[in-house]
């Protein structure tokens, strides 16, 4: 896999490891920051799997925001 997934791979693990840590202010703002990194990777993607990779992580990245704020995040609408 190319490394900008194996960072990501990483940065979610640091979330992960926030949210077991209980320091969910940092899990937050890890999550913002990574959350930023996916959606410039989705304005650079070419290929249909990197496309599907992307959108695997922004799911996980929703049940985080979830994990960490007990709500779902909506886009658009509240």
Do not use: W
Not at 3 to 21: C, G, H, S, W, Y
Not at 23 to 45: G, I
């Amino acid at each position: 896999m190319n490394t900008k997934f194996e960072t990501l791979k990483a940065n979610v693990q640091e979330i992960i490891d926030l949210i077991a840590a209980k320091n969910d202010r940092e899990a937050n703002n890890k999550l913002l920051e990574v959350s930023d990194e996916l959606d410039e990777m989705l304005d650079h993607a070419e290929e249909d799997e990197e496309l599907r990779e992307i959108s695997r992580y922004q799911v996980l990245l929703n049940q985080l925001h979830v994990k960490i704020n007990g709500e779902e995040q909506v886009d658009g609408d509240a």
